[in-house]
């Protein structure tokens, strides 16, 4: 299992290319769009200190296998210009700084600021010379500070189950991507096996709530299960992937159907 990742709206740019703002656009108000959208807010800057290792603990390493999958099917390669959406702690965008190289570009854009502060300190730690391609971005997912067909690939990584407006985020994703650029959405899967989904809800509530309590977390990962039941099957992801104008979208299923990657072609 994994866990949660950040990944809805504030309107708080910092760190990005005046090339790539788009007119008109307020980045310096900090915006929610709703007060749930706060609340998961909150949630992901509480979790920030400890995410990266109870990521480790509960899939047993797994997670790093799936988001290297979602970033190879993003098709993401040398001199590129790409987007991480909804970044969390950094770990897709530092697979596609290393993807892109130094002549590429990437935009790692997430509304939690105690998640951009925690992807900032990994790539201090960790230091690799690509990663001087990496720009750590406050953002808005329903907004994105960039213009019209701006990038080459897309990742996100458990961040569209979180999103308000699922259908703005596909959208905002199809309108900034190139086209016949991918976009790659990895997430825990909403499986239409009665097998697999009392298997994911034994695991969080036997498994994650009780490891994520040691750590005082016990309610910031309880949420993970209703997120999940409220977020869209494969199928359904294929829909609204397709209703934003993709031309191609599929959805394939991972670590034994409990995670699942979508792929949409612009």
Known sequence: MVALTAGISVATGVVFSPAGRRRGRGHA?????SSSAGERQALFSRIAPVYDHLNDVLSLGQHRTWKRICV?????????RVLDLCCGSGDLAFLLSQKV???????????????LQTAAGRQEQRWKLCYKNIKWIEGDALD????????????????????????????EIYRVLKPGSR???????????????????????NVVVPLASGYGLTE????????????????ELEKLAKEAGFCAAKHYELGGGLMGNLVATR
């Open 183 to 205: 976009a790659s959405i990895l997430d825990f899967n909403k499986s239409s096996s009665l097998f697999t989904a009392s298997l994911q809800s034994w695991a969080i509530d």
């Open 144 to 171: 994105l500070p960039f213009t019209d067909c701006y990038f080459d690939a897309v990742t996100v990584g458990y961040g569209l189950r979180n999103v308000v407006d699922k259908s703005k985020a596909m959208q």
């Open 29 to 33: 108000a900090f915006r929610c769009s």
């Open 220 to 235: 910031e990962y309880k949420y993970l299960k209703s997120s999940i039941s409220q977020y869209l099957t494969g199928e």
């Open 72 to 80: 190879s099917w993003s098709r993401a390669k040398m001199g590129d």
């Open 101 to 115: 190289g130094l002549d590429g570009e990437v935009m790692a854009v997430d509304f939690s600021s105690q998640q």
